[in-house]
């Protein structure tokens, strides 16, 4: 996985399985401090203290269908290559916050790549689950919150293909304005 | 977000056609999208089966990400469900896409260079 998106993708699969109602994408870059923060946090079922110690190490999964579990150990590989620091806080029946600090400019610090595209397949989920991302270049702000757009779609769903295009442009669009402010 | 006023346009259309469908009329498309999965391709794969569909406005149509099917190795992994019909299809990349869309979507006939079985593994 040569994107961070495709990491926020994966990981986030973790949330949906643990059954949460709300994922929270927190993205932010900061120049002045070269740190680019990627935060995850969910409501879902959690993890007791036994699961957490061993979520970051690759031969643990609760997966019946195989025997590894291969998501958290990447991405935390990805943020360690930058030496970075990765953390993860988990409470049972609160939810689970996954914070991956890398260090900004370093040469192997992946770019975001298509976060749209990451987006859109989390609000195509199964269970309606509501997204919010959140994405800050040093002081400039973009955000999406499903439970905005639900309100203004008055019962249509999120999976019309209208409004999906609509969603995956309305977060390209945020994203470069963001990026041109920083020129 | 910007731009809520074009979303409203989306909706007030939307409004006018949506009482013909039901949640489970039609062609539903199940992309695995677990570690092995997103590994293998599989966000490009869902993401063109979002754009051909919404460029062909195949209205009944779903596409769906689901969690591991349990075969890493023959990712990324694509089932159709039409009706009773289970095609699973493996390995699939966007030009296998395209030929889900036209032959099997649209023509009614799989595509048999890429379906592993009619039944679930
Ligand atoms: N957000 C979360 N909430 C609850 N449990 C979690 C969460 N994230 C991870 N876990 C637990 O940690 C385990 C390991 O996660 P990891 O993503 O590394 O592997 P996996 O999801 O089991 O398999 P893979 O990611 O390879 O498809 C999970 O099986 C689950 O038990
Ligand atoms: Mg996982």
Redesign the interface.
């Known amino acids: 996985?040569n994107e961070l998106s495709?990491h926020i993708?994966?990981i986030v699969?973790n949330s949906?399985?643990a059954n949460a109602s709300l994922v929270q994408i927190i993205v932010n870059e900061q120049k002045a401090s070269n740190i680019y923060t990627v935060t995850i946090i969910d409501n879902g079922h959690g993890m007791n203290a036994q699961t957490l110690s061993n979520v970051s190490d690759p031969f643990y999964t609760s997966?019946k269908?195989?025997k590894v579990?291969?998501?958290v150990s990447?991405y935390k590989m990805a943020c360690e290559l930058t030496e970075g620091s990765f953390t993860i806080e988990s409470e049972e029946n609160v939810g689970t916050k996954v914070i991956a600090a890398f260090t900004n400019d370093h040469i192997d610090r992946a770019p975001l790549g298509?976060i749209e595209?990451?987006l859109?397949?989390?609000v195509?989920?199964?269970k309606d689950i509501d997204v919010l991302y959140k994405h800050t270049i040093d002081t400039s702000e973009y955000?999406?919150?499903t439970r905005?757009?639900k309100q203004?779609?008055?019962g249509?769903p999120l999976?019309?293909?209208?409004?999906?295009?609509?969603i995956k442009n309305?977060i390209k669009?945020?994203i470069n304005t963001l990026e041109e402010e920083r020129k | 977000?910007?731009?809520?006023d074009?979303?409203?346009k989306?909706?007030e259309?939307?409004?006018q056609k949506?009482s013909m469908r039901g949640k489970n009329d039609g062609t539903r498309i199940l992309v695995g999208?677990?570690?092995?999965g997103?590994?293998a391709g599989a966000?490009?794969v869902?993401?063109k089966f979002?754009e051909e569909?919404?460029k062909r406005?195949?209205?009944t149509v779903?596409?769906?990400?689901?969690?591991?099917?349990?075969e890493?190795a023959i990712e990324p992994i694509v089932e159709v469900l039409q009706g009773d019909d289970r095609t699973t299809y493996c390995k699939v990349d966007e030009k296998a896409v395209e030929r889900i869309i036209t032959e099997h979507i649209i023509g009614g006939k799989p595509v048999t260079d890429y379906v592993i079985g009619k039944y679930r593994l």
Do not use: H
């Open positions: 996985m495709l993708l994966d699969q949906i399985r997966r269908t195989r579990g291969m998501g990447l298509e595209e990451t859109c397949i989390l195509l989920n199964d955000v999406f919150d905005e757009v203004v779609l008055e249509i999976n019309n293909y209208e409004v999906i295009m609509w309305n669009d945020g | 977000m910007k731009s809520l074009d979303l409203k989306i909706r259309a939307a409004q949506v999208m677990a570690t092995c997103i590994s966000r490009p869902m993401n979002v569909i919404a406005e195949l209205n779903t596409v769906t990400p689901v969690g591991c099917i349990g890493c």
